[in-house]
């Protein structure tokens, strides 16, 4: 076997090493030439339905890791600083994003403009996707520190809205989402 358990976010480190969640397990592991350690299990990550430990992004100076999980009550991103080696303490920059036993969302990407663009899912619910106030089922655009970015359509962290369950983030060469 790999010595993984349900994979779900990547990180492809300026070494050539990993970082990878796990969705099940809460665990962060450093994948470096086949060699696997545990650098943080997030306790708080809540693994039901289609939710735990989910999406997984670096800041652009790779000083920072940021992760999405499912918490109790709500789905959420911490940040993390990162070394090299070891993860810092998790702090929360987005929590509120509405939480169900199915369409969680999850996936993250650092845009061209160095932000950070959040996956989430309807929950399961299919009026927060339509709701401008509501976290889920959007594309979330927000700094590293969880601000929204100047210039979002709505004035909040909501950059798109009207998503199911959102699973894939990717950017163009003329860095267009």
């Not at 070394?83 to 969680?104: M, N, W």
């Not at 993250?108 to 932000?115: E, I, K, L, S, T």
Request: glycine share 16%.
């Amino acid at each position: 076997g790999t010595g993984l358990d349900a994979p779900w976010g990547l990180i492809e480190l300026a070494d050539g090493s990993f970082l990878i969640s796990e969705r099940d397990s809460a665990r962060i592991v450093h994948l470096d030439n086949g060699r696997i350690a545990e650098v943080r299990t997030l306790s708080e990550a809540d693994p039901s339905g289609e939710g735990g430990l989910l999406g997984l992004a670096i800041s652009p100076d790779s000083t920072n890791v940021v992760a999405y999980y499912t918490a109790q009550d709500d789905n959420r991103v911490v940040t993390m600083s990162w070394d090299g080696r070891a993860l810092g303490e998790p702090s929360v920059i987005v929590s509120g994003i509405p939480k169900g036993g199915v369409h969680d969302g999850g996936r993250m990407a650092v845009g061209p403009d160095a932000n950070l663009y959040i996956g989430t899912g309807d929950s399961g619910d299919s009026s927060h996707a339509q709701d401008k106030e509501s976290l889920g089922g959007k594309i979330l655009r927000v700094s590293f520190t969880g601000e929204p970015v100047p210039g979002n359509p709505f004035g909040n962290e909501v950059f798109s809205y009207g998503h199911r369950n959102v699973q894939g983030l990717a950017f163009d060469e003329s860095g267009r989402l």
